[in-house]
C-alpha cells in the first residue's frame, strides 16, 4: 500500500543516513500498512491535533497526515532525522511542525493550539514508561491530551493493562488503572522494524477517565511503592515503613491486613492514600 506520493522508507532513510541508534531506543517502523493502522487504531483523525514522539523518518507521521491529521506535532531528539521531516512537511504544507529536542525536556502545551489532543507514537523504548508515567500523573487532571495510541514491548504493554490477581500487576497496572480505561489493541512481531528488536511489541490505547478514584497522586506513590517493593509480603509489613499501625490504617481503608498487594484493586491503592494522608495531615497539624 501507498498512502502517499513520498519516496519508500527505506530510500529515506538510506538517502539521510538514518541507521537505528541504540543509544537513542531506536526501532524504525517501514511497513506503511502498519504505521497506517496504528493511526487510524487512535481513532478518526479528520481535524484531529496530534502529538507524536520519535517520528525517526516519518512513517507514523505520514500515515496520521495522510488519513487527516489535521496538524501533527513531532517531537524528534536525533538531529539525523530533522532533514526527512522537512520533506515530509513540505508534503502537507502548514500541517506538520517539528520541535527538534528531548520529549522529556520539551513543553509540549506551548506549542498546541488549545483544541483536545491525542497522543499517538512508536515511543523510543528507552523513555517509554518515563513519558507515560508523565502523562498519567499530569496535573490538573483530565488532562490535555484525549489519549494515547502508544507502542511498547510487550512486557511493558501487559503490565500497563494488568489487573489484580496477575503476576504482571504492579505500580505501572495501579496508575493506569486509576486514571485510564488501558487495553492492548495488537501485537507488532519483531520483524516490523529496524533493526528487528528481539522482543515482540504490542500498541495500547489509553483514555482518560473523567473522574478517578480520589486520592494525591503523592500518596497513591508512596503507597504502592512500599506495597509493591515487598510484593511477597502481607502489607500489614510491606506497609509498615509509612504508616505508624499499618494494621489500623487497612482495616480503616476496608483492606484485610493479610493481603498482598498484587491482591489489591485500584480502588483500594486509592483508599489507603487517602489513609496516608490523613495520617500525615494529622501528624503535622
Known amino acids: 500500500m501507498s498512502i502517499d506520493d513520498l519516496p519508500p522508507l527505506r530510500d529515506v532513510i538510506r538517502r539521510h543516513e538514518l541507521s537505528a541508534r541504540k543509544s537513542l531506543g531506536q526501532n524504525f517502523l517501514l511497513d506503511l500498512n502498519l504505521t497506517a493502522r496504528i493511526a487510524r487504531s487512535s481513532g478518526p483523525l479528520d481535524g484531529a491535533e496530534v502529538v507524536e514522539i520519535g517520528p525517526g523518518p516519518g512513517g507514523l507521521t505520514r500515515a496520521l497526515l495522510a488519513l487527516g491529521a489535521d496538524r501533527v506535532i513531532a517531537v524528534e531528539k536525533d538531529r539525523r532525522a ?18 527538534e529536542g528531548d520529549a522529556l525536556e520539551t513543553d509540549l502545551a506551548s506549542h498546541l493550539s488549545g483544541r483536545p489532543v491525542r497522543i499517538v507514537a512508536n515511543l523510543p523504548y528507552n523513555v517509554a514508561t518515563v513519558l507515560l508515567t508523565g502523562w498519567l500523573t499530569a496535573e490538573p487532571w483530565p488532562s490535555w491530551w484525549r489519549s494515547l495510541t502508544l507502542m511498547f514491548q510487550k512486557e511493558v504493554a501487559e503490565r500497563i493493562v494488568a489487573q489484580p490477581g496477575t503476576g504482571a500487576y504492579g505500580r505501572l497496572g495501579v496508575l493506569a488503572g486509576w486514571r485510564t480505561e488501558a487495553k492492548i489493541l495488537f501485537d507488532v512481531a519483531p520483524s516490523a522494524f529496524v533493526p528487528p528488536p528481539k522482543v515482540t511489541s504490542s500498541v495500547v490505547h489509553l483514555v482518560p477517565r473523567a473522574e478517578p ?60 492514600a487517602r489513609e496516608l494522608l490523613s495520617e500525615r495531615s494529622a501528624a503535622t497539624g
Open 82 to 99: 530533522i532533514a526527512a521531516l522537512a520533506e515530509v512537511g513540505e508534503h502537507y504544507p502548514g500541517r506538520l511542525t517539528v520541535i
Open 213 to 272: 478514584e480520589p486520592c494525591r497522586i503523592r500518596s497513591l506513590e508512596q503507597v504502592t511503592q512500599a506495597a509493591f517493593g515487598q510484593r511477597r509480603k502481607m502489607l500489614r509489613q510491606s506497609l509498615k515503613s509509612l504508616f505508624r499501625d499499618p494494621v489500623a490504617a487497612l482495616e480503616a481503608a476496608g483492606i484485610e491486613p493479610t493481603r498482598r498487594a498484587e491482591e489489591i484493586d485500584v480502588a483500594g491503592f486509592a483508599a489507603l
